[in-house]
């Protein structure tokens, strides 16, 4: 589902505000995922809230996309891509190592509520962050290194 998600927000997103797109995306396909697997359930539900949450996920890298290529001037789209990409790969080893620790300490449920709660707090960050509403705007094709 995020792949198909993803191609019609690729198509479509243009029509979409960013910013609470963004925030709709993240709230839909973040915490719930960890919600559904910290309780008992059966697995058509956890099948159900994974394709929804999916559908959630999808729209969130055509957004990521399009404002990078807005804000970095045209000289710097690959170094600042790659920054970018870089940095948010290097965290991934991390959450194995914080994720294993909470399951040791706590076992498998209060690790996933703490874990989706860390998660729906990092969410929420953009709809709280001033700074985020830049989103929404668009810069001139010359800002942009386009024009």
């Known amino acids: 589902m995020a792949v198909l998600t993803s191609i019609a927000a690729s198509v479509f997103g243009h029509r979409l505000r960013r910013r609470v ?7 839909i396909g973040g915490a719930p995922r960890f919600l559904v ?4 359930v059966p697995l058509s539900a956890v ?3 994974f394709v929804i949450s999916g559908m959630g996920i999808g729209v969130l890298n055509p957004i990521i996309t399009a404002v990078t290529l807005e804000r970095l001037p045209q000289s710097m ?7 970018i990409s870089s940095l948010a ?9 914080v994720s294993g620790g909470l399951i040791s300490m706590f076992a498998l449920s209060p ?5 989706g ?5 990092a969410t929420l960050v953009p709809a709280l962050a001033p700074t985020w509403k830049q989103m929404d705007q668009r810069p001139p094709d010359s800002a942009a ?3």
Do not use: Q
Request: glycine fraction near 20%; proline fraction near 2%; charged fraction near 5%.
């Open 117 to 121: 709660a860390g998660y729906l707090l």
């Open 37 to 40: 697997l910290a309780v008992d």
């Open 89 to 97: 790969w290097a965290g991934i080893p991390f959450g194995g190592m």
């Open 47 to 49: 099948i159900v809230v």
């Open 111 to 115: 690790a996933l509520l703490t874990l």
């Open 21 to 27: 797109t963004y925030l709709i995306g993240f709230l």
């Open 77 to 83: 789209v690959g170094r600042g891509s790659a920054l």
């Open 145 to 147: 290194g386009n024009g």
